[in-house]
């Protein structure tokens, strides 16, 4: 099913939402479903249970880039890169990052500090923690 982006049939953006999990699955990448429920199910389930502070540890980031490059483009430099941080950076980056929403340019400020994080990473750790808030906007 094709829909374009600026589509304001609501029955047809339902549609396609209900139809994500069998398109995720018919890419037919391996680990990208147990990653996907991770992503979309786990991650931001993790991320509330630290509330006040709420935050991502360096484990919970290598995973999510790992999902991010299974669904896109595979580069491998950049998990390299992500699974070599410091858990106390990744910490203190994610945190800042999630108290300075709802300002999506300052969050993601936040955690483009941490090496092999850019843009598109960033806004997937948001959208972890705050769907309604920021989009994840792949590399695509």
């Given at each position: 099913?094709?829909?374009?982006?600026?589509?304001?049939?609501?029955?047809?953006?339902?549609?396609?939402?209900?139809?994500?999990?069998?398109?995720?699955?018919?890419?037919n990448?391996?680990?990208l479903?147990?990653?996907?429920?991770y992503?979309?199910?786990?991650?931001?389930?993790?991320?509330h249970?630290?509330?006040?502070?709420?935050?991502?540890?360096?484990?919970?980031?290598?995973?999510?880039?790992?999902?991010?490059?299974?669904?896109?483009?595979?580069?491998?430099?950049?998990?390299?890169?992500?699974?070599?941080?410091?858990?106390?950076?990744?910490?203190?980056?994610?945190?800042?990052?999630?108290k300075?929403?709802?300002?999506?340019?300052k969050?993601?400020?936040e955690?483009?500090?941490?090496?092999?994080v850019?843009?598109?990473?960033?806004s997937?750790?948001l959208?972890?923690?705050?769907?309604?808030?920021?989009?994840?906007?792949?590399?695509?």
């Open positions: 099913m094709e829909l374009e982006f600026e589509c304001s049939n609501v029955n047809k953006w339902k549609e396609a939402l209900a139809s994500y999990e069998a398109r995720v699955e018919s890419l990448k391996p680990n479903i147990s990653l996907d429920d992503y979309r199910k786990e991650l931001p389930s993790l991320i249970q630290r509330n006040p502070n709420p935050h991502i540890n360096t484990t919970e980031l290598s995973k999510l880039v790992r999902w991010k490059l299974t669904r896109g483009k595979w580069r491998p430099r950049l998990l390299d890169f992500v699974s070599s941080l410091d858990d106390s950076s990744v910490k203190s980056a994610s945190e800042k990052a999630f300075s929403l709802p300002d999506l340019t969050a993601v400020s955690l483009t500090v941490l090496k092999g850019g843009p598109a990473t960033a997937a750790v959208a972890a923690y705050a769907p309604g808030v920021a989009p994840f906007m792949s590399d695509e």
